[in-house]
């Protein structure tokens, strides 16, 4: 993780360069020694920045209220090598909108 920006009397929280390991890598069979996964080492989801401004609303329902989430540069990868074989990787450029 990055930069931690947090504004306490106005709920904003901005997380830097947010990063989410993978739980470990699974070793490929030995007959397919051409298919590699995704980077190793790399994390399985990887945010530039991510801003939450939360409701005072929050506090007193004991629970998120979120007025703005914006995630800027998602990259994801996800590699299940069971019985479905897949793998896959994907990363959202910013200034686009995801509903």
Known sequence: ??????RPWSLELTLGDLAIAKAS????????????????GAPQI????????????SLLRLAPVA?????DV????LTDLGQG?????????TGRRCN
């Open 1 to 6: 993780m990055g930069a931690v920006d947090f």
């Open 25 to 40: 890598a699974p070793r490929l069979p030995a007959e397919e020694p051409e298919r590699t996964l995704l980077s190793p």
């Open 46 to 57: 990887k945010i530039a920045r991510l801003y939450i401004d939360a409701e005072m609303q």
């Open 67 to 71: 007025d703005a989430i914006e995630v």
């Open 74 to 77: 998602l990259a994801m990868a």
């Open 85 to 93: 074989r897949t793998r896959w990787a994907r990363r959202w450029p």
